[in-house]
């Protein structure tokens, strides 16, 4: 027990000193379909930038499932209803779409986490950028801001 202790500790000490500019941030989703984050803030002093999608409900991918994809908020409604046809194998998203930021996988009950990790250089400080959940539906509450400094 104390040797596994010891290891975690060592490992928060090690992310907390790669992290130490805020180059990342942490979303959790639910089983209510919505994120628990409204905003985040994305520091262009980070070279590369990390969002770690976290899903605390129960619920599987299928019924349930959440993803967290970045564009400019111009983009996003079309990216969604894009994305709706795709269906569950290809997690409503057609990847290859050029104005998609960046995207996590889709994940649902029992995933407990997912992260994407993208060049903050495809972002401009001041724009309009917006993150949303691509799961049918989801987008009408599943949303927030993505402020770029
Ligand atoms: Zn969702």
């Known amino acids: 027990m104390f040797a596994k202790a010891v290891a975690v500790s060592l490992l928060t000490l090690a992310s907390a000193s790669v992290f130490a500019a805020e180059c990342s941030v942490t979303v959790d989703s639910?089983?209510?379909m919505s994120y628990t984050s409204k905003e985040f803030t994305v520091d262009k002093s980070c070279k590369e930038f990390t969002v770690?999608?976290?899903h605390s409900g129960n619920l599987p991918k299928n019924v349930m499932g959440h993803n967290l994809v970045i564009s400019k908020t111009a983009d996003m409604q079309?990216?969604?209803t894009e994305g709706m046809s795709q269906g569950l194998d290809k997690d409503y998203l057609k990847a290859d779409n050029a104005a998609i930021i960046a995207h996590t996988k889709m994940i649902g009950?029992?995933?407990k986490e997912t992260e994407v990790k993208f060049d903050t250089?495809?972002?401009e400080a001041g724009?309009?950028?917006s993150f949303f959940c691509t799961f049918p539906g989801h987008i009408s509450m599943m949303k927030g801001k993505v402020v770029v400094k």
């Open 127 to 129: 724009g309009d950028y």
């Open 52 to 54: 770690k999608l976290t």
């Open 78 to 80: 079309a990216i969604a």
């Open 109 to 111: 009950a029992p995933e």
């Open 121 to 123: 250089s495809k972002l």
């Open 30 to 32: 639910t089983d209510q």
